[in-house]
């Protein structure tokens, strides 16, 4: 939530922001998760599954680092052309992971469509819903740090991931 939230309202406290920015930026967005979503499977085979965990959050990580890196310097907003393709990787690389792996677990226990309901509700729900509430707590103090507690979370939840993953592998 704390991108699709903020990443105009922090693009406008930038030079250069335009409406033609913002539009370019979806079409950038949507061209990146439309490539990504074609080849996740073929992905997701050739990586295996923590590998593309760690690539989701990566991508993720870099993206957040590259905004709060444009305010720290006052970049171009036109900048954020160059971020944007990440979005394939943190949105379609990442939903397709979370879906598979909630039909994998579903179908153990004959509950797929339970379980990626509650995947859904997940990301779509809670984790927008809180990102979005810290991002515009942290952008009402400061523009620069609107991104701030979606990294610190994001990093979190990186290390927990790797924690579990490394004591669960045979």
């Known amino acids: 939530g704390a991108i699709e939230g903020f990443l105009f309202p922090f693009l406008a406290t930038l030079p250069g922001a335009t409406e033609t920015l913002y539009g370019i930026s979806l079409s950038v967005t949507c061209l990146s998760e439309s490539l990504v979503f074609w080849k996740a499977g073929q992905l997701m085979r050739w990586i ?22 444009m305010k720290l ?32 677990y579903g179908s153990s226990c004959r509950l797929e469509s339970f379980c990626v309901a509650v995947a859904t509700s997940a990301m779509f729900g809670c984790g927008y819903a809180l990102g979005g509430c810290a991002a515009g707590m942290a952008f009402s103090m400061s523009p620069g740090l609107a991104f701030v507690p979606s990294l610190a979370v994001l990093l979190v939840g990186w290390r927990s991931y790797h924690l579990r993953a490394s004591t669960t592998r045979p």
């Open 48 to 69: 295996e599954g923590v590998g593309v965990v760690h690539i989701c959050f990566a991508a993720f990580t870099v993206r957040l680092f590259a905004y709060m890196a």
């Open 73 to 104: 310097v006052n970049a171009n907003a036109w900048i954020v052309l160059l971020i944007e393709p990440l979005h394939g990787l943190t949105f379609a690389l990442t939903w397709t992971w979370l879906i598979d792996e909630a039909k994998r």
